[in-house]
């Protein structure tokens, strides 16, 4: 089993930027993928990292504007977001699988996801 505790979320101006995390209880995955939700919408995968090798992927829709990244001694996987607009208004969740990313923008794909932290871009 692992627990996945996310953090940063909040409110902030087009173009401005923000940092989530990702603390897990335990490194019992091998990737971590961040999706979004906005009301009315389905859950959207954003990107994956493949623990192991830092390998990572990336939707078009945020691609260039979002960096994710890993602190192995924290057991901590972040996302960096940046030049936001309100289109990126929606609860952010990161999700732990097993393997190499595989079908990473599936929800069925993972096996154990956070509670989510909202983010409202918003002048």
């Known amino acids: 089993q692992v627990q996945l505790l996310e953090s940063g979320g909040g409110s902030v101006q087009p173009g401005g930027a923000l940092r989530l995390s990702c603390a897990a209880s335990t490194w019992n995955y091998s990737s971590m993928g961040w999706f979004r939700q906005a009301p009315g919408k389905e859950r959207e995968g954003i990107g994956c990292i493949y623990i192991n090798d830092d390998r990572i992927w990336y939707a078009d829709s945020v691609k260039g504007r979002f960096t994710i990244s890993q602190d192995n001694a924290k057991n901590t996987v972040y996302l960096q977001m940046s030049s936001l607009t309100p289109e990126d208004t929606a609860t952010y969740y990161c999700?732990?699988?097993?393997?190499?990313?595989?079908?990473?923008?599936?929800?069925?794909?993972?096996?154990?996801w956070g509670q989510g932290t909202q983010v409202t871009v918003s002048s």
């Open positions: 999700a732990a699988a097993w393997g190499v990313c595989g079908n990473w923008r599936q929800v069925g794909s993972y096996l154990y």
